[in-house]
């Protein structure tokens, strides 16, 4: 017996029940997430959000381009510089000011500074509105005291942010920091020398700062959640002790600088020309100018 096709109209509800169903564009994975699952993906070509809560670092130009908006709290933080105690509290003391005036932190530290190279200045850290009162310098000498202090401290989570100076410090020993500091609630700082810009790290973040004649911080950002930044920040940065006293020309030394630059090099050359000879014209003789 011959079997008819599908499409043979003496069969119309076997061929309608067999026919494919009509091709339709797969849904797309990001609308495929849910909402929650959604905000915890970062896609490397966006700069990515914080699923924790972030510290404003009182720049404006720098909150742009971290994720989140500020200094991630709940991880650790790199700063590299080629020397140590030069710009470390003008680069954090705008987001620690904050901090110190909230009085969340009556019953706690507010900050916690771990073996810094020079010690805390209280009447300077007073121009930057950080109350030293609100402070607790920990003397750490060797390696492995700055350490095992820092391990304690983010066991403890009993801080509004946390400085640690760690000159020294191992690849392995930085990734159980940024173990230990997903457990907090703040914002966890090392201060490395700028040799360690060419190492791996387990910190999602880090940054190598410097500064100019200028009164600013130039900030490179090697390390983020988001894409590379190749543009150095300038950021303005004139201590707060000087904002009231420095005039408009010291505001840009380098400026000054320049001019003496020039100032010298005329001298050289007004020196070159006083002891150099010339030939009379009368006497045919060499007689110095």
Do not use: Y
Not at 64 to 81: K, N, R
Not at 97 to 105: M, T, V
Not at 253 to 274: G, K, M, N, T, W
């Amino acid at each position: 017996m011959p079997i008819a096709p599908l499409d043979n109209p003496l069969w119309p509800e076997f061929s309608d029940s067999c026919a494919e169903p009509p091709l339709s564009a797969p849904p797309r994975a990001r609308d495929a997430l849910a909402p929650a699952v959604e905000a915890m993906v970062w896609r490397a070509d966006q700069l990515g959000s914080s699923t924790s809560s972030v510290l404003s670092s009182g720049f404006a130009e720098l909150d742009a381009q971290l994720p989140g908006g500020g200094w991630p709290c709940g991880a650790l933080t790199e700063i590299l510089t080629a020397q140590f105690s030069i710009l470390e509290w003008r680069l954090l003391a705008p987001s620690l000011r904050p901090l110190c005036e909230s009085g969340k932190w009556a019953h706690r530290p507010s900050i916690i500074v771990i073996g810094p190279a020079q010690a805390p200045h209280p009447p300077g850290l007073r121009h930057e509105g950080i109350d030293e009162r609100q402070l607790i310098w920990i003397q750490a000498e060797t390696p492995a005291e700055r350490l095992w202090a820092t391990e304690q401290l983010l066991k403890s989570n009993a801080f509004g942010a946390l400085v640690a100076w760690l000159p020294q410090v191992r690849h392995e020993q930085i990734r159980r920091l940024q173990v230990l500091s997903a457990q907090c609630k703040a914002p966890v700082f090392l201060v490395r020398p700028i040799t360690a810009a060419s190492e791996s790290s387990a910190a999602p973040l880090r940054v190598l700062a410097r500064v100019d004649p200028d009164w600013c911080l130039q900030v490179d950002i090697l390390k983020r959640k988001g894409p590379p930044l190749d543009e150095t920040l300038q950021l303005s940065s004139v201590p707060a002790g000087l904002q009231s006293v420095i005039t408009a020309r010291l505001r840009q030394p380098s400026l000054l600088f320049d001019l003496v630059s020039d100032h010298s090099i005329q001298r050289e050359a007004i020196h070159h020309a006083v002891g150099r000879a010339a030939v009379s014209a009368q006497t045919d003789r060499f007689t110095p100018h």
